[in-house]
């Protein structure tokens, strides 16, 4: 079967397949859908399987008939003209029937355009070099005496850096004009550090002051850029009552404090110092080392130029979406639960991805256009050093399946090869002496 195949150049780097089968072309995929739907029919006399054409007929549905073939001939047909006319295919297609018997299609096909990045040669990006200074030892020694504090219960009156717990209930509008229970303000034994701002702005500073057992109404307006968008502008009336007030003690800073934070080690406030700086000056490179990406990755951007399939954009918004659902779930959220929370529809939030969706497709390509200017490979030596820092992270027992993913015939070697072809174009942007 070879069907009339005609190829269109169209815009936004894609091109249109119009394909026609022959009425004879398409009865012998009528004939394949017949057959396979034939194997779940059953009729008394016949096994299920080997009953005649002609008497199939008489048992199945046309229009079921005509569905399956066009599938079926759908996907032969569209393979077979993309493979014969070697289309670099990037995207799904979008299809379009124009006639259903004999069939007959338009395929538009995203393909791979041309990129170009303007004097990407010239882009310069520093990597800052971090310094740590005593004030933030001392306050990252604060927050882990803070995090090993053990709570107790008070009486007095509330004060920012005190756990408490309150119930409390939202209603609509002003204190005067206190009308029904707004949707989602209600909760029991809810837990708040005050002081934390992780609330609604100006709920913790009406809880400050109050005691065990003390009730309160106040009225706070939500701001114009709240997360929930309900509640954007709006007043809500609380009435809440504190439950529970509970004080942080903090434990003394000495040898075994030390002992702890470190894992075991013994050390003196002077090494401990030390310690708590190199983890400090690790962070602060790595941070830094990240913004200085970033800054890369929006300055290639800029400088890329390339024209492509608003079908690469809804596919790539599709990914980002499947994984801003799972990191939801991930938290014990059902993303139904999620999207009935934030006030808004599944579409409003994709719409809200496609401006990253675009800037990962250009930036995919910049890459692509830099490694194919520059020649960055990865040799089999290279590739092979950088298994073996890999499996001195793991412990033996694990080193055989390091291996295997790792095989030439293994997927893990043509990402971990990608990886460093990736951050060879980083690397040769990322040194601390470049200037701006």
């Known amino acids: 079967m070879t069907p009339d195949v005609k190829i269109e150049d169209a815009p936004k780097s894609e091109v249109k397949l119009t394909v026609k089968l022959t009425d004879k072309d398409f009865a012998a995929y009528k004939e394949k859908a017949t057959i396979e739907l034939g194997k779940n029919v059953q009729i008394k006399g016949f096994r299920p399987g080997h009953i005649p054409k002609d008497e199939l007929g008489k048992h199945i549905n046309p229009d079921g008939v005509i569905g399956l073939a066009i599938d079926i001939a759908l996907n032969e047909t569209y393979r077979d003209a993309v493979s014969k006319n070697k289309i670099e295919v990037m995207a799904r297609p979008k299809v379009e029937i124009k006639k259903e018997d004999p069939l007959e299609y338009i395929a538009t096909v995203a ?47 509330a004060k ?173 959220i059902p993303f139904e639960k999620h999207i009935e929370l934030s006030g808004q529809k599944e579409e409003d939030i994709k719409k809200g991805m496609e401006e990253e969706a675009r800037k990962r497709i250009v930036m995919r390509f910049a890459m692509d256009y830099i490694i194919e200017q520059e ?31 790792y095989s030439e015939a293994g997927e893990g070697s043509l990402r971990l090869k990608n990886m460093m072809i990736v951050s060879k174009v980083f690397g040769m942007y990322l040194k601390k002496d470049a200037k701006k």
């Open 160 to 332: 920012n850096g005190d756990r408490a717990e309150l119930d409390f209930q939202g209603y609509e509008g002003t204190k005067a004009e206190k009308g029904k229970e707004a949707d989602n303000t209600k909760s029991s034994n809810h837990p708040l550090i005050l002081g934390s701002n992780s609330f609604v702005p100006g709920f913790e500073e009406e809880v400050i002051g109050m005691k065990v057992g003390d009730k309160k109404t106040f009225t706070l307006t939500f701001p114009k850029e709240y997360h929930v968008k309900d509640f954007q502008g709006k007043k809500i009336t609380f009435e809440a009552e504190l439950k529970r007030l509970e004080e942080q003690k903090m434990p003394e800073y000495n040898e075994d404090f030390m002992k702890e934070a470190t894992n075991g080690m013994k050390t003196n406030k002077k090494d401990f110092e030390a310690y708590v700086k190199d983890v400090l000056m690790q962070k602060k490179t790595e941070d830094a080392h990240a913004a200085a990406e970033a800054e890369l990755i929006e300055k290639l951007i800029k400088a890329t130029k390339v024209e492509f399939s608003d079908q690469l954009v809804a596919d790539e918004t599709e990914v980002i979406f499947a994984d801003y659902k799972k990191q939801m779930e991930s938290r014990g």
């Open 375 to 405: 020649k960055f490979t990865v040799t089999d030596s290279e590739l092979k050093k950088e298994i073996e820092m890999v499996k001195q992270k793991y412990p033996a027992s694990e080193q055989p399946k390091i291996d295997e993913y």
């Open 111 to 157: 393909i791979k355009p041309t990129a170009a990045v303007k004097e990407y040669k010239k882009i310069k990006v520093s990597v800052k070099e971090p310094k740590v200074t005593d004030k933030e030892i001392k306050a990252a020694i604060d927050e882990l005496l803070k995090g090993k504090g053990a709570w107790s219960d008070v009486t007095r009156a």
